[in-house]
């Protein structure tokens, strides 16, 4: 199993979930954070941490969003690793749980 | 659920201890771990893993969801590639690992028989001797079924000391380095005793969870380096890891610790390693014997021994193995001798047998006490004095017990002492150091799991193990109201 950012960390982007996870297995594209498949350790912790409730189990995930799950597993490929929490994107509050958000994502 | 604070806030690392973080590169790690039985039901594992659970094991288990007997709600399930190629052919290794309905079977028991809450003055820290033990990380690679840690691992609610409840939460460096620091500068002001509690200097710190070896190596190396800068002299590591993923302990991992220990040649680590089962590292053949090795010795799993060799060509690095003596997993002489006999010729000391708990869902994972000195005491028949290191220990609530002797022959004269008696020795007070070597015989109760079961038949008790009632310490978790009184205070009352 593995946890995986969903949609509305789109344009968000608050990264308390990197300061709370045990093995550093976040990434960071230009506008979302994702999770790589293989590094999270299932601990669970980034859940409630994510101030936009972005996070899911895998099996948890909302049937809607499941081309999250190879988002995150290719992106995690590309992207930077991301260690230390810092300021969320300008604009995070007002993007919060706008819907349809995927279409901004930049790769 | 409460959201975890980042472990490194109102923390602010030595020059020596940014300098050191610079240079710590963080390993890649797949453990390919499967979590949940969902998975299993839904075949959405690899294909060479459906078969770990039969089609009625699964049934029986998911019948359970939602109940008070739900096995998943008690401890998730979890495993690793690694630990799953290795139980696939031993039946210790998948009760080990695999849930069973078993397990919620019979509730008895106390929630926190060993009161371990009540030493707690710091989020995720347990003060107990001159050690402190603290919660670094709230998983491991893989999940025993009879862990005890359970509430942590699961995140369940437990009730603070200010009547809320909420999960157990992690340490935090900047909170545990405060307190450490704070504990000793009351110390040395008050020529090596706590002038409340009587206790020593904090010299040693035990991380634990949680597995530690689940962190990066660059959250390893903070805590390592602000535990040393706070003054402690021994770090010990709790980890399974070596049984679950031994590939952890990886080139990245060991060139992080060797930068740590020239930056901080004075700082002993002690890794605590636990396996519970020789399967766990010796490899198989086809008819399932272990594998003599023509000079001596078995042969271990490759990555196994790989990991072990590398840690043990530090000198700075000492290896203890401990491990509980459970039902269906390691009860067995045999099993224990090879594997006391092989972790010794592999550098590995034996440390400590451990009776298991009297907590709520362990009753299918408990062995009598007396059984389980019998077990041990059998494995060690035909070890040389070396490999018999490991003794029994039970977790009294005043502190860290051995189960030194059994015997069968009665005690003339002594009501009681019919059938004989088990000889009980303190080896740490838990709150302070002058009770060590105090013995306590009760008379043979074969079916005692815990204390409170020798409470008719205490013969001598110069331990003060019985002192009260120990009934109600089994069960004092249940009763007890830590709303009125804080930890701290407990503590204090306790040494006072």
Known sequence: ??????????????TDCVAVCPTNCFYEGPNMLVIHPDECIDCKLCVPACPVDAIYADDDLPKDQHEFLSINAEMAQIWPNISKQKAPLEGAEQWNSIPKKRDLLKR | ?????????????????????????????NRQIITGLTKFMDGNVPDDMRAFYTSEELRSLVALRGTQRDVEARMPVKVTRHYFELAKTSHALQTLVKASPKETNDLGGAPDPGKQMDYSPVEGLIHKYELGLIY?????????????????????????????????GLAQVGEIVAYIQEHNRIVAANGGRHPKTGREKLREILMSGGDPMVLSNTNIATWWSALADAGIESIRLGTKELAF????FDESFFDMADKFHTAYP??????????????EFLERDASGNYIPEPRGGLKWVPATKRAIEAIGRRAWISIDNQAPIINGINNDPDALRIMQRELRRNKVENHYFFCGRDIIGHKA????????????????????????????SITHYKGKTEVSAVTNDPLPGVPGGENGFVVLKLLRSAA??????????????????????????????????FKGSSKATAQYGQERSPALVSPMERVKQEAI
């Not at chain 2, 409460?2 to 300098?19: D, G, L, M, V």
């Not at chain 2, 070597?437 to 110069?462: H, M, Q, T």
Request: aromatic share 8%.
């Open chain 2, 432 to 465: 302070s150091a002058p009770d060590r070597g105090k013995v306590c015989l009760v008379g043979r109760n074969p079916r005692a799991i815990w204390f409170s079961d020798y409470d008719d038949r205490v013969l001598y008790d110069e331990a003060g193990l």
């Open chain 2, 136 to 168: 670094v990380a709230s998983t491991c690679s893989a999940h025993c079924r009879f862990c005890y840690r359970e509430e942590l691992i699961a995140q369940k609610e437990v009730e603070r000391p200010d009547g809320t409840f909420a999960p157990k």
């Open chain 2, 1 to 29: 659920m409460a959201a975890a604070q980042p472990i490194a806030s109102n923390y602010t690392p030595t020059s020596r201890a940014t300098e050191l973080l610079k240079t710590v590169a963080n390993g890649k790690y």
């Open chain 2, 245 to 248: 993923f031994p590939d952890r």
């Open chain 2, 266 to 279: 004075d700082t002993n680590i002690r890794l605590m390693i636990h396996f519970n089962h020789p399967d």
């Open chain 1, 1 to 14: 199993m593995t946890f995986v950012v969903g949609e509305n960390c789109i344009l968000c982007k608050h």
């Open chain 2, 365 to 392: 994972f408990n062995v009598p006490i007396e059984e389980a000195w019998r077990i041990l005491n059998e494995s060690q028949k035909g070890l040389s004095g070396v490999e018999t290191h490991a003794r029994l």
